[in-house]
T-cell receptor
Framework: KAGVTQTPRYLIKTRGQQVTLSCSPISGHRSVSWYQQTPGQGLQFLFEYFSETQRNKGNFPGRFSGRQFSNSRSEMNVSTLELGDSALYLC?????????????FGNGTRLTVT | AQSVSQHNHHVILSEAASLELGCNYSYGGTVNLFWYVQYPGQHLQLLLKYFSGDPLVKGIKGFEAEFIKSKFSFNLRKPSVQWSDTAEYFCAATSGSARQLTFGSGTQLTVLP
């Protein structure tokens, strides 16, 4: 069974630009969660989508948004990039939701904002 | 607000030493608890989980964790570590009502050969 796939692996953007990250979950998983990982803050929860509906949202500004498609693939968008958005963005899929079944993580997208 | 605390940020051990990593959560009531591990250059993966039942749970690679409700703790243990256990370990928890998984800040374990 294929794992969670995130694209692209690396991104370099300039402050003020916007970016879209993509995540393909494990087949059959309806939940996709997004996390921001930084050395100082650890894993910070962004949002979770389940069957195309946002089920949970973390404490990030509205510049961070996401969506999920009918095939469970998910995208995350960050608008008006700031230097502090530089981080590893992780996507994780699960069968019944992030707190009810184990998460399967992708390798992440490394975003650098200059 | 829900929180998960991992008080050890960096632990350094020699091979064959015993390991215990602390994890405390702040919720009352029903909780689901997890330990995840991130080996160098690899993605995060599940080490073990506790939903209910026996408070002593066993995971992969000889790891175990004990859920102590009265102490709001879910400490990770291994009797004898190996160099290959060098990794970052994350505790995570969710309450039954919130369904939002909160991670601790992680503990970097370095095992010296």
């Amino acid at each position: 069974k294929a794992g969670v796939t995130q694209t692209p692996r690396y991104l370099i953007k300039t402050r003020g630009q916007q970016v879209t990250l993509s995540c393909s979950p494990i087949s059959g998983h309806r939940s996709v969660s997004w996390y921001q990982q930084t050395p100082g803050q650890g894993l910070q929860f962004l949002f979770e989508y389940f069957s195309e509906t946002q089920r949970n949202k973390g404490n990030f500004p509205g510049r961070f948004s996401g969506r999920q498609f009918s095939n469970s693939r998910s995208e995350m968008n960050v608008s008006t990039l700031e230097l502090g958005d530089s981080a590893l963005y992780l996507c994780a899929s699960s069968l019944r939701g992030q707190g009810e079944s184990p998460l399967h993580f992708g390798n992440g997208t490394r975003l650098t904002v200059t | 607000a829900q929180s998960v605390s991992q008080h050890n940020h960096h632990v350094i051990l020699s091979e064959a030493a015993s390991l215990e990593l602390g994890c405390n959560y702040s919720y009352g009531g029903t909780v689901n608890l997890f330990w995840y591990v991130q080996y160098p250059g690899q993605h995060l993966q599940l080490l073990l989980k506790y939903f209910s039942g026996d408070p002593l749970v066993k995971g992969i690679k000889g790891f175990e964790a004990e859920f102590i409700k009265s102490k709001f703790s879910f400490n990770l243990r291994k009797p004898s570590v190996q160099w290959s256990d060098t990794a970052e370990y994350f505790c995570a928890a969710t309450s039954g009502s919130a369904r939002q998984l909160t991670f601790g800040s992680g503990t970097q374990l370095t095992v010296l050969p």
